[in-house]
C-alpha cells in the first residue's frame, strides 16, 4: 500500500460519520482528558515522595501520554478509522519521523542511560560545558537549567553523555578553599593556629573532615597558602563569605600583612558578579 491509497483510506472514514460519531468521538476526548488528569493527581502524590524525582517526571508523562493516545485511538474508532489502517499510517509515519529525526533518537537513548545513572535530579546545582545553573526540569530529550543570574538553558540529553558534567549539589558536605600569599618574614605556624582556633569556635564549619591550612610554594610574592574548611553544602556561599570576613578580621588584629593585594577564593576573578559553585 503507497502513502497516497494509505491517505485515501485515513480520510474516507470521515465523510461517512454522522453527528453522533462526532458526538461520541468528542465524548471518549473528554473522558480522556478527565481520566488523565486524575491519574496524573493521584500519581502525583505518591510518585513524588517515593521515586527519584528525575523518575518522577519521566513516569508521569509517560502515564499521561498512555492514556491520552488510548482515548484518542477510541474516538477515532467511532469515527469509523480502522485500527489496522491507524497502525499502518502509524509504522509509515514512525520511519518517516526516524529519518527526520535522528537527533532527537539521540536524545531520547542518551535520556535513559541518564535515568539509570542517577548522576543528578531535580534542584540540583551543576555545570555542564560552560553553563551552571539549577536543574529545573528533566525531559526525555533535555533538561532545563536555570543559572544563576537567572536565564533558561535548555541541555540536550545528548551532550549531557558526552560532557563532563559536575553536580555540586550531590554531596552533602563541600569544602570552602581560601588562598593567599603571606609575606617572607610571617610566621605561618602562628598564623594556622589563629586560623584553626578560628574556625573551631564557630558551628558553622565543620569538625570533621578537619580544616587544614596548606603551604602551596614560595614565590616572589610570599608564602603562598590555603586554607581549608569543610561546611553543609546548603551553606557553602554564606560560609566562604564569613570565613573571609572572620579571616581579614584577625589578620588585621594581630598585624598578619598579606604580600598579595586581597584575599582571593579559587574560581573568583574580576568578573564574578554572582555567587555560583
Do not use: C
Not at 535515568?115 to 560552560?130: R, T, Y
Amino acid at each position: 500500500m503507497n502513502p497516497i491509497e494509505l491517505l485515501q483510506q485515513l480520510m474516507q472514514p470521515l465523510t461517512g460519520a454522522d453527528g453522533w460519531a462526532w458526538m461520541r468521538a468528542a465524548g471518549y476526548l473528554v473522558v480522556g482528558f478527565l481520566l488523565r488528569n486524575l491519574i496524573m493527581s493521584g500519581m502525583r502524590k505518591y510518585v513524588d515522595s517515593h521515586t527519584h524525582p528525575h523518575k518522577a517526571i519521566l513516569f508521569k508523562r509517560a502515564a499521561s501520554y498512555t492514556v491520552l493516545f488510548l482515548f484518542v485511538m477510541a474516538a477515532l474508532s467511532e469515527l469509523g478509522f480502522r485500527s489496522g489502517v491507524l497502525l499502518a499510517a502509524a509504522g509509515v509515519l514512525s520511519v518517516a519521523i526516524g529519518f527526520a529525526s535522528q537527533t532527537s533518537t539521540s536524545n531520547f537513548i542518551s535520556g535513559l542511560f541518564l535515568l539509570g545513572e542517577k548522576s543528578f535530579k531535580v534542584g540540583d546545582n551543576i555545570s555542564v560545558n560552560a553553563t551552571r545553573g539549577e536543574v529545573v526540569s528533566v525531559d526525555w530529550l533535555a533538561i532545563k537549567l536555570r543559572t544563576f543570574d537567572n536565564l533558561y538553558v535548555r541541555v540536550p540529553n545528548d551532550d549531557l553523555i558526552k560532557s563532563h558534567v559536575i553536580n555540586f549539589s550531590k554531596f552533602p558536605i563541600r569544602r570552602v578553599d581560601v588562598s593567599m600569599h603571606l609575606t617572607h618574614d610571617t610566621d605561618v605556624p602562628e598564623v594556622e593556629k589563629l586560623l584553626l582556633a578560628l574556625v573551631r569556635e564557630h558551628e558553622r564549619f565543620l569538625v570533621e573532615p578537619e580544616p587544614k591550612l596548606f603551604r602551596n610554594q614560595i614565590n616572589h610574592l610570599g608564602v603562598s597558602v590555603q586554607f581549608s574548611v569543610w561546611v553543609e553544602q546548603s551553606e557553602f556561599f554564606d560560609s566562604r563569605s564569613l570565613l573571609i570576613d572572620m579571616m581579614l578580621f584577625t589578620f588585621k588584629t594581630h598585624g598578619i600583612k598579606l604580600s598579595a593585594p586581597a584575599i582571593v577564593a579559587p574560581g573568583l576573578d574580576s568578573g564574578y558578579n554572582m555567587p555560583y559553585p
